[in-house]
């Protein structure tokens, strides 16, 4: 085969279908659940570092797919949602997993997410969660 000959088109063979992917890598719906999370998580993260800027300097957030086997111990059992942790910076961690089984739509993973972030920098930075956000809607 010669180097300028057109390449060899893909064919449907045994009926599976179309190969290769069915959506462009740039559009909405070719995002996955994590790099959904993820952007939910940073875009709530913005805001609230748009309030607080000098005492989000010394917080970090991150995220995790489930809760450690100490985060059940710590809350008896009962699945966490996040954890806070003070030191040196301070850290956030939310677990993505339990936060989307707990949300049936976009809208509520989105509130939830701000919730749990409002309630450990809270706990964190010595304020109330409703100071942090003031859309704060607590457990329900």
Known sequence: MSQDSPPRVKRDRHG???????????VPAYENRSKKFARLVDAAVTEIEGRFPASMTNVAISTEEVPSKRD????????????????????VVLYR?????????????????????????????????????????GPE
């Open 72 to 91: 059940l111990i710590m809350n008896d059992g009962a699945v966490a949602l996040g954890r806070g942790e003070r030191s040196n910076p301070s850290r």
């Open 16 to 26: 599976r279908g179309m190969r290769g992917p069915m959506l462009p890598h740039k």
């Open 97 to 137: 997993h339990p936060i989307e089984m707990r949300s049936e739509n976009d809208a509520e993973l989105n509130r939830i997410i701000r919730d749990v972030l409002a309630l450990y920098i809270g706990l964190i930075l010595g304020m109330r969660p409703d100071q942090i956000d003031p859309d704060y809607r």
